[in-house]
């Protein structure tokens, strides 16, 4: 702090009661000012009144004090008694360190300085638009789960976040809510408090599927996708208040408004299938991608891809997700596959099939008519299928259930397109993939 500098700066400051007596004082009885509170001042970052005290002896009649305040922008005096000096002072909405001082001379014969300082620190933001998704106990059995989103500018009709935006991703957890399915404008986010660990329990948000970005003009992030290293998160009825460390910085930022938030629990059931159906796989490629032993029981993991050879992609489809009967690349594929409802613990085991953020996940069989959009879809939630082969030919043959009770059933014989993990850009996503859009030979990756 150059104090010099702000004594020299004082010709330009605030003048507040400045009216001289032109009587001179007897000598031995000169005035005299004295503080009597401190002299270094640190003021919280909310601002508030600061009373300064002081003495005056021998004061001189209609002589008043002379108080001149660095920085009247953001302080000022409220009251003059006295015995005391009273200031007021305004919140540091920036997120840097704040000075002033406050030069108090009487008869131009005595006088003190205060120096104030303010802390800053905190990013102070307002958000106008949340956005988010209930998902009840589709990730976590015994909690609900809510994923949303707080933000100046939200997303488009598409869900892409919006240009020139701040985004702040918060992934909370409740205890069950039971939401009806039929009426959705009953869907809020829980009044509650909520620190951040990753233990996906009740009273807490999860610090690995939270984020904090910014979006410039042309909507990419300016400031990438950032993890938040703590915080805490208060909802009231109609409001939503963060407090979050984010790369060594405060982050404040408050809501007020609707809390509702669309449901995105899969459906009661999966399939469309409305009866038993035959799959048309007779004109197919496969591709069998190997990812070693991805769940840890010993045997190799694979995702095989059924996909009709037409020219626009139209027809049947068929996802796997199966281990199978040894640990490496080279162990057969022969043998009775069954059908689990959780991650495979051995040999022969395929995944059922679930909706991951509304992605399909595990063993699946869907349609497209056009080789871009969905047809039907149906979960494969169990059966069993099994693998023979004749040379270098592998006959895959279907004897599956659906979630309604449906029957799959057919046949593909050929030679697949293997590839192995190192073949991809993107890496598995757990518990398993997620197949984004219909394209030939195509399968995108996509995690919560």
């Known amino acids: 702090m150059k104090r010099a500098f702000i004594l020299l700066a004082a010709m330009s400051m605030l003048l507040v009661g400045c009216q001289k007596n032109t009587d001179t004082p007897k000598p031995g009885e000169e005035p005299e000012l004295t503080l009597t509170s401190t002299e270094n001042v640190t003021v919280p970052e909310d601002g508030g009144e600061i009373t300064i005290t002081y003495q005056l002896t021998n004061p001189i009649a209609e002589e008043e004090l002379s108080i001149n305040i660095s920085t009247p922008e953001w302080v000022s005096l409220k009251e003059n008694n006295e015995t005391s000096i ?12 704040r000075e002033s001082s406050v030069f108090v001379s009487y008869a131009d014969v005595t006088s003190f300085t205060v120096y104030l300082s303010q802390e800053g620190g905190s990013i102070k933001r307002t958000a106008t638009d949340l956005t988010g998704f209930y998902y009840g106990e589709d990730y976590e059995e015994g ?29 909370i957890y409740t205890e069950v809510m039971n939401y009806s399915r039929d009426n959705a404008d009953e869907i809020v986010v829980p009044v ?29 992030p300016v400031i990438d996708h950032t993890i938040i290293d703590a915080g805490t998160i208060t909802v009231t009825e109609n409001s ?44 197919h490629g496969m591709d069998l991608e190997g990812y070693d032993d991805y769940f840890g029981c ?9 996909y009709p050879n037409t020219e626009d992609g139209a027809g049947d489809y068929v996802s796997l997700d199966m281990v199978s009967t040894g640990p490496t690349l080279d162990d ?12 495979p ?18 063993c699946w069989y869907f349609s497209s008519p056009d080789g871009y959009d969905y047809g039907d879809t149906a979960p494969f939630a ?55 859009e219909v394209t030939k030979n195509q399968t995108t990756k996509r995690v919560k």
């Open 86 to 97: 009273v200031l007021t002072v305004e919140p540091n909405d920036g997120s840097e360190l």
């Open 143 to 171: 909690v609900d789960n809510f994923y949303i989103h707080l933000s100046d500018k939200g997303f488009d009709a598409d869900g892409s976040a919006l240009a020139d935006g701040f985004f702040y991703r918060l992934d």
């Open 192 to 220: 509650g408090t909520y620190t951040l660990e990753d233990s996906f329990t009740a009273g807490t948000f999860s610090q690995e599927y939270s984020s904090y970005w910014v979006n410039g003009p042309d909507a990419i």
């Open 240 to 283: 939503i208040r963060a407090e979050l460390v984010i790369a060594g910085e405060t982050h404040i930022v408050t809501y007020e408004g609707s809390l509702v938030v669309d449901d995105g629990r899969q459906p009661e059931f999966l399939s469309t299938l409305t009866e038993d159906y035959i799959m048309d796989l007779s004109n």
């Open 298 to 306: 010993g045997a190799y993991n694979y995702v095989a891809f059924f």
């Open 332 to 343: 057969t594929l022969v043998g009775t596959y069954t059908i689990v409802d959780h991650n």
């Open 345 to 362: 613990n051995g040999p022969l085991q395929a995944t059922m099939g679930f909706l991951e953020n509304g992605y399909m996940t595990g």
């Open 382 to 436: 169990q059966g069993t299928f099994t693998v023979t082969e004749n040379g270098e030919e592998l006959t895959f043959t279907f004897d599956i259930t659906d979630d309604i009770g449906n029957k799959i059933t057919g046949t593909w014989t050929g030679i697949p397109e293997i590839y192995t993990y190192d073949d991809f850009s993107a890496p598995k996503a757990s518990p398993a993939r997620n197949f984004v």
